[in-house]
């Protein structure tokens, strides 16, 4: 190949690409000769355009895919789009079209951005969540997970947004509100489908110590979430009760504060609270308002604290003579525990409010110290392995750590007959019932005669009709009295399909199994599964460490049971990569003519020093740095923009460069012309090799290649360890080492394609430009990875700075084993040196082998 003499992007990167897809180089085959590698990345959702923070994403995974196949892999890298969701409705019903059309444009939008970036994907996996071809698979193991006992039905308390009227999950509940309406959500009760995701508490719990290869704090946050914990769990004996209700069953965590009890707190959803509703519309109003409430964490903490006195009072285990009162509280939720707690307030910040706010007893049962004055302005709630001292405890030991108490409160408990230890969990069941027509229809039917019937398999997929409007709120399903009427798969009689679809975290947990066998007729393929599975290294954000992640490993057992997936596939994700965000400055105005802020794109303002002003009319507007890069704030970088600008290498290489890539980093212009920059080097330094004469003598071979060789060790250990930053940093070191070089034509020759080898990972396009420039045999995606030289490594000589009175004065090499006074001799004998001396003595002369010589005079 002719030297281009300049660096041109858009000619080589389209010129590469069109090679690749050519060769079919990355389309994975089940091959019995090579090892398997299963890079994936967490795959997006189509919203329609995507932006720096998913260039980041897939660049990391292409450089381990590219890597791979240079080390000898079989490499999977497949991609696909995780399509169904509310986004979809709420755009049919905001620009009138249906939710496919929209989902399936933004998918070739997506896709037609992606591909200029040259990532080493097999596009012959592509799946979509949203295509029947994907989804009639997930039903069909619905219908074996149901017959396998993972699936049952119950009426639950749920998140219910009254705007959008669905259900949303704990995680799309915003400060109270609905994630995408704003609304403020209320707890109803509804019959809902659920995973026995619980059932498995303990065995996912246990496999996250096998996760050698996860990030610490994602396992920390899975294990957090399925809470394991040994309590009590007792019954008070009530006093007044309805008839049938004369006890009280409570499960706590913290017995050793059963001493400090004063109030018993029931869920407005507690059996009790709704016998009392029906006949007293002061509880009925009161219940509706906690109702009001969201279910989550965090709305419960932050809402005021609410209770209503219900009269009913119940004795104390250990002093009946003791009366506590029975109140319906807003922060008790009926699904975790038993729905009935006791309070103690001197050691729980809720209970705490709510005694303060309702006058009751605050009743210390440990202290910070012996002497410590129980009047307390706010709950004390130490670590649970911190010793404090127990006034009222159960232990003739004084100075205990919470655990310590908790399990003499357990023995001294179940000795007086007052209740068992017990061990339960945080983990509920996992409901997956959604009431939106943008999702996988749940494959079962409402017969008068058999009840609920799981639809035949061969009458799968249950498709979702396309004939469906969004003009008034609420799931178009139950409105299509067509689509819903429908033989009973049992007795044949007409009856009714469900309308419920599926959490779109359903069609997450498993689209990394499909993509083994993508286009088979069953979910999996076994001997497909068994060659692929597991993935070995995922990538993703960390926001998907908890639900996601472990609903995925929950599914792959349930898999495994139902005979998709081999039980060695039980844990999925044999590694896993969280890595940070692409970050971007937001530029804001204070407020547009609807009296909201107005956010700038970055290509809307011009950068003066410190300060940003519109491109257009001039005016500043303000700043705000480093922010998460957001549609809804405008400060997207459009990756396109850059690839026409700089191209794709530029980017690939500017989002690996800057920071690990566990951490954030920031995209700047100047940051991409600086990369960009680096490449024409690069570029230039081939061309120059080039064109050399054949055979052209030169010095420093030896130093050269000893360079090169110390770059492929420390470039490979780099991306070994994801420390991608670390191995561009190499590169540039090595780099400016050859910019500099005047070795031989061979040595140089030898050294820039071997650069390229080792930039090919990150930048792909150019590496190949220079392989073929080179003439390298064939495609460098294809060529193996470099060897190390060992012997290289070790330099025989050393450079030594030489300091005069602390400055550095000049260097000298030597041999790494040459004697201290040989040093001396040579470090004096330096021209540096001599003319500072002027003929006088030095001092002191201190050598330190292999590092420095100072010089004092």
Not at 696 to 707: I, P, S, V
Request: hydrophobic share 40%; with cysteine.
């Amino acid at each position: 190949m002719t030297s281009t003499t300049r660096y041109t992007p858009s000619e080589i990167e389209a010129r590469w690409q069109a090679a690749w897809e050519k060769d079919e180089i990355f389309k994975a085959v089940r091959s019995a000769d090579k090892p398997k590698y299963y890079v994936l990345e967490m795959f997006p959702y189509p919203s329609g355009r995507i932006h720096m923070g998913h260039v980041r994403n897939y660049t990391l995974g292409d450089v381990i895919a590219r890597y791979k196949l240079a080390k000898g892999f079989n490499v999977l890298h497949p991609m696909g789009w995780d399509s169904f969701g509310l986004a979809a409705e709420n755009a049919a019903m905001q620009k009138g079209i249906h939710p496919g059309e929209w989902t399936y444009q933004n998918i070739e939008d997506m896709k037609n951005q992606m591909k200029p970036l040259g990532f080493s994907l097999d596009w012959s996996r592509e799946i979509a969540t949203c295509h029947p071809d994907y989804y009639q698979h997930q039903q069909a193991m619905f219908i074996d997970m149901i017959d396998a006992g993972l699936i049952y039905r119950k009426n639950a308390i749920v998140n219910w947004d009254p705007v959008d009227m669905t259900v949303l999950a704990n995680e799309q509940v915003e400060q109270g509100r609905g994630w995408r309406s704003g609304a403020l959500v209320e707890r109803r009760e509804l019959t809902q489908w659920f995973f026995k995701i619980s059932d498995y508490s303990e065995e996912l719990l246990a496999g996250l110590d096998t996760l050698e290869n996860w990030p610490a704090k994602v396992r920390l946050m899975q294990e957090n979430w399925i809470g394991k914990s040994r309590g009590l769990q007792f019954a008070f004996s009530a006093i007044n009760a309805p008839d049938g209700h004369d006890r009280i069953e409570v499960y706590t965590t913290r017995p050793d504060t059963l001493n400090g009890a004063s109030f018993v707190g029931i869920s407005p959803d507690h059996p009790i609270a709704k016998l009392l509703e029906r006949d007293n519309p002061e509880v009925a109003a009161f219940t509706a308002e906690c109702r009001k409430g969201g279910t989550t964490e965090e709305a419960i903490e932050t809402a005021e604290k609410l209770g209503f006195d219900t009269g009913i009072r119940v004795r104390h285990p250990f002093d009946t003579s003791q009366e506590l009162p029975v109140y319906i509280a807003n922060f008790i939720l009926m699904d975790y525990g038993t729905g009935a707690i006791f309070g103690c307030p001197a050691h729980d910040p809720r209970d705490f409010e709510f005694a303060t706010k309702y006058g009751l007893p605050i009743i210390s049962t440990f202290l910070p110290s012996e002497d410590a004055n129980e009047e307390l302005t706010e709950a004390f709630v130490p670590a649970k392995t911190e010793k404090v001292f127990f006034n009222r405890g159960f232990a003739g030991e004084q100075w205990q750590t919470g655990l310590e108490a908790i399990d003499a409160a357990i023995t001294f408990c179940e000795s007086q007959g007052v209740g068992q230890g017990v061990t339960k969990y945080r983990l509920r069941d996992w409901g997956l019932s959604r009431q939106r027509y943008w999702g996988c229809p749940i494959p079962v039917v409402h017969c008068d005669d058999c009840g609920v019937v799981p639809e035949k398999k061969e009458n799968l997929p249950v498709k979702l009709p396309e004939d469906v409007t969004f003009d008034v709120p609420g799931n178009p399903l139950d409105r299509h009295t067509e689509w819903r009427t429908t033989p009973c798969p049992s007795c044949g009689k007409p009856a009714q399909r469900e309308t419920d679809t599926m959490d779109t975290f359903v069609d997450s947990s498993w689209y990394y199994a499909r993509f083994t066998a993508p286009h088979a007729d069953t979910p999996t393929v076994m001997d497909d599964a068994e060659y692929w599975m597991n993935v070995d290294q995922y990538i993703g954000g960390v926001e998907h460490a908890i639900l996601h992640l472990l609903y995925a490993r929950f599914f792959a057992r349930a898999m495994e049971i139902t005979g998709h997936l081999p039980k060695s596939a039980a844990e999925p994700f044999d590694a896993l990569f969280t890595q940070g965000m692409v970050t971007h400055a937001i530029y804001k105005t204070e407020a547009g003519a609807d009296g909201r802020p107005v956010f700038h794109y970055p290509e809307e303002v011009d950068l003066k020093g410190d300060k940003a002003f519109l491109k257009e009319g001039g005016s500043e507007v303000e700043i705000i740095p480093s922010a998460k890069m957001s549609k809804s704030k405008n400060n997207v970088v459009d990756p396109l923009s850059i690839i026409s600008a700089f191209g794709a290498d530029t980017a690939r290489w500017f989002v690996l460069s800057d920071s690990p890539p566990e951490r954030d980093v920031e995209w700047t212009a100047s940051g991409a012309e600086a990369a960009y920059k680096h490449l024409t080097r690069v570029w230039n330094i081939c061309d120059r090799i080039g064109a050399m004469e054949d055979g052209a003598k030169g010095e420093g071979d030896d130093d050269l290649l000893r360079q090169m060789h110390k770059a492929i060790h420390d470039v490979t250990m780099a991306i070994e360890s994801f420390g991608f930053n670390a191995a561009i940093a190499k590169l540039y070191g090595f780099t400016a080492t050859l910019q500099k070089s005047k070795a031989s034509k061979a040595a140089q020759r030898e050294a820039v394609m071997t650069l390229a080898q080792l930039m090919s990972p990150m930048t792909p396009h150019l590496a190949e430009d220079i392989w073929a420039n080179q003439g390298g045999e064939g495609l460098i995606a294809k060529a193996p990875w470099p060897v190390v030289d060992e012997s290289m490594l070790k330099d025989d000589n050393v450079t030594l700075p030489i300091q005069v009175n602390g400055k550095r004065r000049g260097e000298i090499n030597v041999p790494a084993e040459m004697p201290k006074d040989e040093v001396e001799k040579l470090a004096l004998a330096h021209e540096a040196v001599i003319r500072i001396l002027d003929g006088g003595t030095p001092k002191k002369v201190i050598v330190v082998p292999g590092r420095i010589v100072n010089v004092v005079v």
